[in-house]
């Protein structure tokens, strides 16, 4: 199982009983009293995602989980800060960024306070049954006998 080296910086949510991690989109999702609060992503040189290419390293650095109306405080408080281009609810901070390991140092110090702007509660993921997962196929068939009908 691959080891997090971007871990090492959340020594201090460690001590809390409410920390644990759970592997996700190729990352670690980081818990923390009961909500997501971060996903360590650890991929250099992923600069392509469906046939788009990007000026940075779109899986390398830390997801931090947060809601829109939360970004723009959260932007003037850790300048690093930027929109994820694909998962455009959440703010990503690049590992490539010269103030990486300070604003993460930090942004520890903000989870550890409770800070309500970072935080989601964990959805749980509903499995679709065969008959679910049918009707939907057919929907999908429909819809592109539609579309070349159009053409």
Do not use: C
Request: without cysteine; proline residues 4%.
């Amino acid at each position: 199982m691959k080891e997090f080296l971007l871990e090492q910086f959340l020594e201090p949510l460690m001590d809390s009983d409410s920390y644990f991690t759970k592997r996700m989109f190729g990352g670690l999702a980081i818990y923390y009293n009961g909500l997501m609060v971060l996903i360590l992503t650890e991929k250099p040189g992923d600069r392509e995602w469906k046939g788009g290419t990007f000026d940075f390293d779109i899986w390398n650095g830390v997801l931090v989980a947060t809601s829109r109306e939360h970004h723009a405080s959260l932007q003037k408080d850790f300048p690093a800060l930027i929109n994820h281009p694909l998962i455009e609810k959440w703010q990503y901070l690049p590992m490539a960024d010269n103030e990486f390991e300070s604003q993460l140092d930090s942004l520890v110090e903000v989870i550890i306070s409770n800070d309500s702007r970072i935080g989601i509660v964990p959805g749980t993921k509903k499995r679709k049954s065969k008959k679910a997962k049918k009707k939907q196929s057919k929907k999908v068939k429909k819809l592109s006998k539609k579309t070349k009908k159009k053409l």
